[in-house]
């Protein structure tokens, strides 16, 4: 099973995380009917991914880095029940903070992606 992100074709290994979170997101119309009662169209079901990291050595964040900078649409593999899954995501955010050890650490984050 692998961790993996990036351009298709070009996914790069990433570290595995301490934590990752799976948030479904609907896609829907919802509305009221004249009586009060509440009617949902749900159009389709789509994910926000959540990788949490406790500390990382400089080389992974800067592919991380790398893959947030591109502003642009890309693939995501992770392990899931039935073995991994690919898909195509956003990479929405990359707050990251610089422990002060001797190291040069990177620590205590979350990266967040949207899936397309």
Do not use: C
Request: avoid cysteine.
């Amino acid at each position: 099973m692998s961790w993996k992100l990036g351009l298709p074709g070009q996914e790069q290994k990433i570290y595995k995380p301490t934590g990752f979170m799976i948030n479904p997101i609907p896609i829907e119309r919802r509305e009221r009917t004249a009586s009060g009662k509440l009617v949902k169209d749900i159009i389709a079901i789509k994910h926000e991914f959540i990788l949490s990291y406790n500390a990382l050595p400089p080389e992974p964040i800067k592919i991380l880095k790398t893959e947030y900078d591109r502003h642009m649409v890309l693939n995501f593999i992770y392990p899931d029940i039935d073995g991994d899954k690919m898909v195509k995501i956003w990479f929405e955010s990359f707050p990251r903070e610089k422990l002060l050890t001797p190291l040069h650490l990177w620590g205590n984050f979350s990266i967040r992606f949207e899936e397309q």
